[in-house]
């Protein structure tokens, strides 16, 4: 091997801070990476990695070699496709996380036109309602929703994102609707999140409003919310791409219309390096013009 591919294994071994995720990632044996690294020290005559028994650690000399060994392969993948691209189409295997009802509710018909338009890609995706490490856990690209925490990660906005709160008209009849926020502490709610605490966010005069909630039911997958909430056993506070059948039929109407929180947005995201990838680009474009289509649902 090259200096280049050791480089890559270094690199990668880096971002997923463990021998067995880069081994996974470039489809490799976890040993063979292990003497790559071991190789690329002895040649440079440093140490880059601490191995421990959980992870890797990164050294101070590590860390210089990292940054300089990632903007070479950035530029060496530049290049590429640079030149490559002119008439290429996308090919190669992506890695996708998305959320559970997003990707049933929207993936399920989008992905099959996507490999359709593009046979020369091949897609793993996993489905799942927490937030993901892409670069640990060896992802090329993700689909979060709504506000991006801050980080190192490239996003792209593919689609306006509302959140509505909603109950179903048995709900309403039986308990008076909230006209305020401050007053769904005196319903019964049916909260939607992946963590013990869990808030609903309401703008009133241009500042937002958080509210804590509890209920008898808290669920981690907004399918369930939704059907809980159609069920009549309280209100919820969805994405609108979630519960809009459910409003369009009547089974569902708002609530707490005058408080609903700006906008906010369905991002595709990648790691930095990745940004000049070809069929990132090509999937990125798919799912926003995908979006753009079934525009009145989000």
């Known amino acids: 091997?090259?200096?280049?591919?050791?480089?890559?294994?270094?690199?990668?071994?880096?971002?997923?801070?463990?021998?067995?995720?880069?081994?996974?990632?470039?489809?490799?044996?976890?040993?063979?990476?292990?003497?790559?690294?071991?190789?690329?020290?002895?040649?440079?005559?440093?140490?880059?990695?601490?191995?421990?028994?959980?992870?890797?650690a990164v050294t101070d000399l590590g860390r210089v070699y990292y940054e300089r060994a990632r903007r070479i392969l950035d530029d060496v993948e530049a290049a590429n496709l640079a030149v490559s691209s002119q008439g290429e189409r996308p090919r190669g295997n992506l890695r996708v996380s998305a959320p559970m009802s997003f990707g049933t509710m929207f993936l399920g018909s989008v992905i099959p036109s996507f490999l359709t338009t593009y046979p020369d890609v091949t897609i793993?995706?996993?489905?799942?309602?927490?937030?993901?490490?892409?670069?640990?856990?060896?992802?090329?690209?993700?689909?979060?929703?709504?506000?991006?925490?801050?980080?190192?990660?490239?996003?792209?906005?593919?689609a306006p994102m509302r959140m509505v709160t909603c109950a179903s008209p048995r709900y309403l009849e039986a308990h008076d609707a909230p006209q305020t926020p401050e007053a769904l502490r005196e319903h019964a709610l049916l909260p939607y999140g992946h963590s013990q605490r869990v808030s609903w966010t309401y703008t009133r005069d241009g500042h937002p409003v958080e509210i804590p909630v509890t209920g008898r039911l808290r669920v981690n997958n907004?399918?369930?919310?939704?059907?809980?909430?159609?069920?009549?056993?309280?209100?919820?506070?969805?994405?609108?791409?979630?519960?809009?059948?459910?409003?369009?039929?009547?089974?569902?109407v708002t609530v707490l219309d005058a408080f609903e929180p700006a906008p906010s947005a369905i991002h595709v995201v990648y790691p930095q390096h990745r940004q000049a990838s070809l069929v990132i680009r090509a999937f990125s474009d798919f799912l926003s013009s995908a979006c753009s289509v079934a525009g009145t649902q989000w």
Do not use: C, H
Not at 27 to 37: G, N
Not at 130 to 136: A, E, L, P, S, W
Not at 223 to 252: H, K, N, Q, Y
């Open 1 to 56: 091997m090259d200096l280049l591919d050791d480089m890559r294994i270094f690199v990668t071994s880096v971002d997923a801070m463990s021998f067995t995720g880069a081994a996974a990632k470039l489809s490799l044996s976890k040993q063979f990476v292990s003497r790559r690294i071991s190789s690329l020290e002895q040649a440079l005559g440093v140490r880059l990695l601490l191995r421990t028994t959980r992870r890797l």
């Open 124 to 158: 793993e995706l996993e489905l799942n309602d927490r937030t993901v490490d892409i670069i640990g856990e060896g992802y090329d690209v993700a689909v979060r929703i709504g506000a991006l925490a801050d980080s190192s990660l490239i996003g792209r906005a593919v």
């Open 222 to 252: 907004g399918e369930l919310a939704r059907d809980a909430a159609v069920a009549g056993l309280g209100i919820t506070w969805l994405p609108v791409f979630i519960v809009a059948p459910a409003l369009l039929s009547g089974r569902l």
